[in-house]
Nanobody, 118 residues
């Protein structure tokens, strides 16, 4: 059974930092691109960042470019999202996501809440 388990969320003041982690199990983590997706209160899902399976290429939505950094450690089956200079508009539930092309399946974590407020 596939599991993606996020951690690292919390309450932080504007300008602060958090590092999210997502540990995967039950699938070949090192063969999958990984993404972070967020959902703010009352809004739809927003793709935030993606990293390829080797960790060579990263992509970001414009609103987080230069503030967030995605990385991965395939030996630990873990993907990270370092979030700096956080803003109130970054408040959301952050989900770890992977798509399995072989199985044609979406893999989602349970989400971790990030709240940016003074």
């Amino acid at each position: 059974e596939v599991h993606l388990v996020e951690s690292g969320g919390g309450l932080v003041q504007p300008g602060g930092s958090l590092r999210l982690s997502c540990v995967g199990s039950g699938f070949n983590f090192g063969n999958h691109d990984m993404s972070w997706v967020r959902q703010a209160p009352g809004k739809g899902q927003e793709w935030v960042s993606n990293i390829d399976s080797a960790g060579t290429h990263t992509y970001y939505t414009e609103s987080v470019e230069g503030r967030f950094t995605i990385s991965r450690d395939n030996a630990k089956n873990t993907v990270y999202l370092q979030m700096n200079s956080l803003k109130p508009e970054d408040t959301a539930v952050y989900y770890c996501y992977a798509y399995d092309y072989k199985e044609s399946r979406d893999y989602w974590g349970q989400g971790t809440q990030v709240t940016v407020s003074s």
